[in-house]
Nanobody, 128 residues
Framework: QVQLVESGGGLVQAGGSLRLSCAAS????????VGWFRQAPGKEREFVAA????????YYSDSVKGRFTIARDNSKNTVDLQMNSLEPEDTAEYYC?????????????????????WGKGTLVTVSS
């Protein structure tokens, strides 16, 4: 079982930045495809970004492309999400996820919000 823990959420003004981290205490994250998702109040969970294992190719939703960056910090065994130019619409609970079958289901033409393991989330609130 891959146990994931998110951190770094908080309250920020529009235009500001936050850096989220996804840590795994019992497994080496570089061996897995890792994704970030978010769920705003009253809305369905949606894909935000993902990164391939060991090679690091990254993928983004259109809504965050150019503002968010996903990256690995293998020295800390984390996958981080740098979020810049935040907007009130980015307010959500942010979750990281690992899918043992790979990230392709997240970026396919019919993407699925499904994963083998999920963290418990970290709340990001962007004020206007």
């Amino acid at each position: 079982q891959v146990q994931l823990v998110e951190s770094g959420g908080g309250l920020v003004q529009a235009g500001g930045s936050l850096r989220l981290s996804c840590a795994a205490s019992t497994h080496t994250l570089s061996n897995y495809d890792v994704g970030w998702f978010r769920q705003a109040p009253g809305k369905e969970r949606e894909f935000v970004a993902a990164i391939k294992s060991n090679g690091g190719s990254a993928y983004y939703s259109d809504s965050v492309k150019g503002r968010f960056t996903i990256a690995r910090d293998n020295s800390k065994n984390t996958v981080d999400l740098q979020m810049n130019s935040l907007e009130p619409e980015d307010t959500a609970e942010y979750y990281c996820a690992v899918n043992l079958g790979g990230l392709e289901l997240w970026i396919s033409k019919q993407p699925q919000v499904s994963a083998s393991y999920w963290g418990k989330g970290t709340l990001v609130t962007v004020s206007s």
